[in-house]
């Protein structure tokens, strides 16, 4: 099974400020790798696919980058609405694996 | 726009069987792989299921592999999840998601609002 690991597990932050949420994965992933925003008490929703492609509908100042087995998600000047949980997942390969989450707080 | 209405959820005890389903709209649901993906309380996501786009493919991970089984009725746009011995750690809310079939599309687009299945003597 492919492992993912995300760090930081948990973060704070002020508005304005630029975040970076990094995802490690065990083996080559081939930026098979997606970013999910989870809101509390809501379900998940997709913010970045095949690594740095940008879902309909989600602002600009999230991005995604990366390769390999290294991936990170950007959220610049960080908006409230931007508190939530956010997940990497890979779909390189069976079976599908997400990280560990990252808790985004305002400071 | 793409909706995605699970139902079936409640308490169960362990060992009993329970099955979830799911309410397609907004898209050709024939085209579409699609998935449940659960989350314990205050836990991560974790995938259980998905099936290809006829039903033909199923895939599982270790950890429900041989007693769940994921089904779909194409003509009525539905998704299934039947469980089987459940046991007290399948206690989670099970969302039902939307999977590209292309490689490279296998990504989640659209996910379904959830239903918390508990199991508990």
């Known amino acids: 099974d492919i492992r993912m690991t995300q760090s930081p597990a948990s973060l704070s932050a002020s508005l304005g400020e630029t975040v970076n949420i990094e995802c490690l994965a065990s083996?080559?992933?081939?930026?098979?790798l997606a970013w999910y925003q989870q809101k509390p008490g809501k379900s998940p929703q997709l913010l970045i696919y095949?690594?740095?492609s940008l879902q309909n509908g989600v602002p600009s100042r999230f991005s995604g980058s990366g390769s390999g087995t290294q991936y990170s998600l950007k959220i610049n000047s960080l908006q409230s609405e931007d508190v939530a949980t956010y997940f990497c997942?890979?779909?390189?390969?069976?079976?599908?694996?997400f990280g560990g989450g990252t808790k985004l707080e305002l400071k | 726009e793409v909706q995605l209405v699970e139902s079936g959820g409640g308490l169960v005890q362990p060992g009993r069987s329970l099955k979830l389903s799911c309410a397609a709209s907004g898209f050709t649901f024939s085209n579409y792989y699609m998935a449940w993906v659960r989350q314990a309380p205050k836990k991560g996501l974790e995938w259980v299921a998905t099936i290809s786009t006829s039903g033909s493919r199923t895939y599982y991970p270790d950890s429900v592999k041989g007693r769940f089984t994921i089904s779909r009725d194409n003509a009525k746009s539905s998704l299934y999840l039947q469980m089987n011995s459940l046991k007290s750690e399948d206690t989670a809310t099970y969302y039902c998601a939307r999977q590209g079939k292309l490689p490279g599309y296998n990504y989640f687009d659209y996910w379904g609002q959830g239903v918390m299945v508990t199991v508990s003597s």
């Open positions: 997942q890979q779909y390189n390969n069976y079976p599908r694996t």
């Open positions: 083996e080559d992933i081939y930026s098979d």
């Open positions: 095949n690594a740095n």
